[in-house]
């Protein structure tokens, strides 16, 4: 009889929607978190039942009121609690293709910034690990050994920062 890998987990996403036109993306400052307040992407939690992918294009156009498309998987991050055999999943993804119109939602203010203008002061925590994975082709992950903790970049992906 083989070990027991089952374990309960948490399934969450975001995705960076960039404007090719005015080279800006959508940021949220949602009010609704436990972690530090900043700028982040809209996001949020898979359903019981519900693929990955249609929970982020639902999520977000439940926060922004845009419908996007076309989206491309760009990696993952990972929250552990040791204590409570217990992980926290988040599917990164980006897109530029979308429609609507933004719609201010209850989760917190929705606006378009440069993308050069996010930085560590700016953004909600660990948040700029999560961007490296956004913009950067060869880095895929990150993980917190303390649930909702600080991400780290996983090992083999360091050199590249």
Known sequence: M????????ELVNMCMIYDTATKQVLVEDKTD????????????????????????IREVF??????????E???CVEWFDQQADYRKIGFLY??????????QGDEGRIFWLPLTALNATNTAESFMEM???????????????????????TADQKDDQ
């Open 33 to 56: 978190i436990k972690w530090k307040f900043g700028h982040t992407f809209p996001g949020g939690h898979v359903e019981p039942g519900e693929p990955v992918a249609d929970a982020v």
């Open 94 to 103: 980006r897109t530029s293709h979308f429609s609507g119109t933004i719609k």
């Open 131 to 153: 961007l490296a994975i956004f913009t950067k082709k060869d880095t895929v992950s990150a993980v917190s050994s303390v649930m909702n903790g600080q991400l780290h970049l």
């Open 62 to 71: 439940e926060e922004t009121g845009l419908r996007i498309s076309q989206l």
């Open 2 to 9: 083989g070990l027991d890998r089952t374990q309960r987990v």
């Open 73 to 75: 998987a760009c990696g």
